[in-house]
């Protein structure tokens, strides 16, 4: 079983469109959960993260940490053609960080 | 603002062939890492580094070696490239002063070994 397990999609929605972006994890060590964004032929960039349980907001996206469950989301409101990108979780038990094969979302005007 | 930068967007490569992959980041972070990604598979850790001529073997070594002799550079080095190691990679810093420790990542050198 993989430490860090996600939906790889694609994902297609519509402008406008609420989504949800999911992964599972293992560990229960894990005490940082991020989110990276990846535009086409680009590095992931740090979206946003979260320490421990718990929700944390920034303007359309929100990220939610549920240790119990070992679950983690991020909801994205209104999404625009703009967020069209692959989102990877990822986790730190050290310095490394351990990723999720990452969800590729496709917003469509 | 954090930059890390790689030598090469592309590369073409013959198998058999030595290939050096660099990368340079200017934030004095002391945490270097390489990847690479592949569809379906994810980011795999292929090798990271602490400090200076410090290295540490990640997920996925074999067929790869590195070099880390100044602080803000950190090289891949395909001994003999082999056609399964077509692949984009991507290089990363971080500093253990965060707690969450972000990774800066570079914008990839995708790799083709014909």
């Known amino acids: 079983q993989k430490e860090v397990e996600q939906d790889p999609g694609p994902l297609s929605v519509p402008e406008g469109a609420i989504v949800s972006l999911n992964c599972t994890y293992s560990?229960?060590?894990?005490?940082?959960f991020m989110w990276y964004r990846q535009y086409s032929r680009k590095g992931p960039e740090l979206l946003m993260y979260?320490?421990?349980?718990g929700n944390k907001e920034d303007g359309r996206f929100t990220a939610q940490v549920d240790k119990s469950s070992k679950y983690i989301s991020l909801f994205i409101r209104d999404s625009q053609p703009s967020d069209s990108a692959t989102y990877l979780c990822?986790?730190?038990?050290?310095?490394?960080?351990?990723f999720g094969t990452g969800t590729r979302l496709q917003v469509f005007p | 603002d954090v930059k890390v930068t790689q030598s090469s967007r592309y590369l073409v490569k013959r198998t058999g062939e030595k290939v050096f992959l660099e990368c340079v980041q200017d934030?004095?972070?002391?945490?270097m890492f390489w990847y690479r990604q592949d569809p379906g598979l994810g980011l795999r850790l292929i090798y990271f580094?602490?400090?200076?001529?410090?290295?540490e073997k990640g997920d996925i070594p074999e067929g790869y070696s590195v070099s880390r002799e100044k602080k803000e550079r950190f090289s891949l080095i395909l001994e003999s490239a082999s056609t399964n190691q077509t692949s984009m990679y991507l290089c990363?810093?971080?500093?253990?002063?965060?707690?969450?420790?972000?990774?800066?990542f570079g914008p990839g050198t995708r790799l083709t070994v014909l």
């Open positions: 580094s602490y400090d200076v001529k410090m290295k």
């Open positions: 979260t320490y421990s349980s």
């Open positions: 990822a986790m730190n038990p050290t310095d490394k960080l351990i």
């Open positions: 990363a810093s971080s500093t253990p002063d965060r707690d969450h420790n972000e990774q800066f």
């Open positions: 560990n229960s060590a894990f005490q940082y």
């Open positions: 934030m004095d972070h002391e945490n």
